[in-house]
């Protein structure tokens, strides 16, 4: 198998890779052994240089990055500009705290002396999608590397030339060689490499499905596994909602990197009164979505990132409509070069169709009336996803009612779900396990080991009373 850069915009192949042999991957998991072994002794302000280096490169050179990104997998330049910088942002983020993040931790138990310490697993094998394809690699690069395990990229086989360009990223900020490392391998080498002894974690983020097997790959070999999966995201709006305010974020949130991210909105539910309103001003601003080459800087909406992709999405639709949903935008399949959709609204899809359990990855958003905030809440929850969620209500009961009751891992209120540097990210039910992100995701692939070092005064009863039975 090839790897590919295929223009979305024309469906073109403009660069070809070769995959990595078996000894090629094999001389690679070596190389990652061997430099552990060193490198988790390397001091932390020294990591934190590299690591300040890195992040220095990707805001110097966002632009370049940036047009890596639109060519291989479509987003809008901006966008993948501001990916790269927010990479950037991660970088310094961790080579700020992670001194404090990973500094013993006193624990009272007098007499004794005791403390946590925490210590790197290993080589950490991350398996990562090509929508954000740096900065769902840094945001596990980043911590892992200042944790003083080495990294080793499984990237997916459209983004290559981002692949590549990740590993000399760390090299050409001081990294040693191995710490982090580019296998081109295609997804029918991932199971081996999880039974590998050398891969001590597994970090994956992808589709339910892909979480589903490396999370039961890695569970049998006893290794720890974060899965960050799908979404889709409610984003429930109340009466006392700004809704100008919440209709353009609501689209917005839709269609941010094509409709092609996690954490998108994809559900939009509205409340009575307001729910006609809602849908007439949503509907309206969808329809004059700017869709185009993402080159150019108006572009709000560029091409899907894979026919695949694209053709699933629209096969989901077609089967939604004939279920019952309605299609008030949208729905047509281009013809023509590359991988277009155009922006869709469905509304009242029934339960079990496509558009009401599935994720939609792409322009396609899903509208739902509710009665009252309760019923929206009943709406939101009836999903096997729990990633993100975003609700819009100026009343205080009702933000605390959303806070507590919605099965997700976030909650926006009066915002976008989006992730950030310092909070943890991560998901419920089938939208995975585990946390990135803040100092919950550096300790994820640590050994957080206890240490008690008794004292003479503890250990002398024991003695005694020992003696005596004798």
């Not at 690591?51 to 990707?58: F, I, V």
């Not at 992670?98 to 950490?124: H, I, K, N």
Request: glycine content about 8%; hydrophobic content about 40%.
């Amino acid at each position: 198998m090839a790897f590919a850069t295929v223009d979305p915009t024309t469906g073109k192949t403009l660069r070809t890779f070769s995959p990595h042999s078996p000894e090629e991957v094999e001389a690679r998991l070596k190389l990652a052994q061997e430099t552990f072994h060193t490198y988790r002794h390397t001091p932390l302000a020294t990591r934190a240089g590299w690591m300040r280096r890195a992040g220095e490169l990707l805001e110097g050179e966002a632009d370049r990055y940036g047009r890596m990104m639109t060519e291989e997998m479509g987003k809008p330049l901006e966008a993948a500009r501001a990916e790269a910088r927010k990479c950037a942002s991660a970088c310094h983020y961790y080579a700020e705290h992670a001194e404090r993040f990973l500094a013993d931790e006193p624990v009272a138990t007098p007499p004794d002396t005791s403390f946590v310490r925490y210590q790197p697993l290993g080589p950490v094998l991350a398996i990562m999608p090509w929508n954000f394809p740096f900065w769902q690699v840094v945001r596990f690069a980043a911590p892992a590397l200042m944790a003083g395990n080495v990294g080793l990229l499984k990237h997916a086989h459209n983004v290559p030339q981002c692949a590549l360009a990740l590993e000399e990223l760390f090299l050409r900020a001081g990294f040693p060689k191995g710490a982090f490392q580019t296998l081109l391998v295609d997804s029918k080498a991932v199971r081996g490499l999880i039974e590998d002894p050398r891969i001590r974690a597994v970090t994956l983020t992808g589709s339910e499905g892909a979480g589903r097997d490396v999370g039961q790959h890695s569970g049998r070999q006893l290794k720890k596994v974060v899965l960050e999966l799908g979404g889709s995201d409610p984003f429930i709006v109340l009466p006392s909602a700004d809704l100008e305010q919440a209709v353009e974020t609501a689209v917005k949130a839709r269609l941010i990197n094509n409709g092609q991210s996690c954490i998108a909105a994809k559900r939009f539910i509205a409340t009575e009164p307001l729910y006609a309103e809602f849908e007439r001003r949503f509907v309206e601003r969808m329809r004059r979505a700017v869709v185009g080459d993402p080159l150019e800087p108006l572009t709000e909406v560029g091409p899907l990132a894979t026919e695949g992709i694209r053709d699933g999405l629209h096969e989901q639709v077609e089967r939604s409509v004939a279920a019952g949903a309605k299609l008030l935008l949208g729905g047509l399949k281009p013809s023509g070069p590359g991988f277009w959709y155009p922006p869709t609204v469905l509304a009242q899809p029934p339960p079990g169709t496509p558009a009401y359990t599935e994720e939609m990855f792409g322009p396609v958003a899903v509208l739902f009336r509710a009665k009252d905030a309760q019923d929206a809440l009943r709406i939101a929850n009836d999903s096997p996803f729990g990633l993100g969620s975003s609700v819009w209500t100026r009343d205080e009961a009702e933000q605390r009612l959303f806070i507590d009751g919605l099965e997700a891992g976030s909650v926006f209120v009066n915002g976008m779900v989006a992730s950030d540097p310092r909070l943890p990210f991560g998901g419920v039910k089938a939208s995975g396990h585990g946390r990135e992100l803040a100092r919950h995701g550096i300790l994820e692939f640590l050994n957080i080991k206890t240490v008690r070092l008794v004292s003479a005064s503890s250990t002398a009863p024991a003695r005694t009373q020992a003696q005596a039975n004798e």
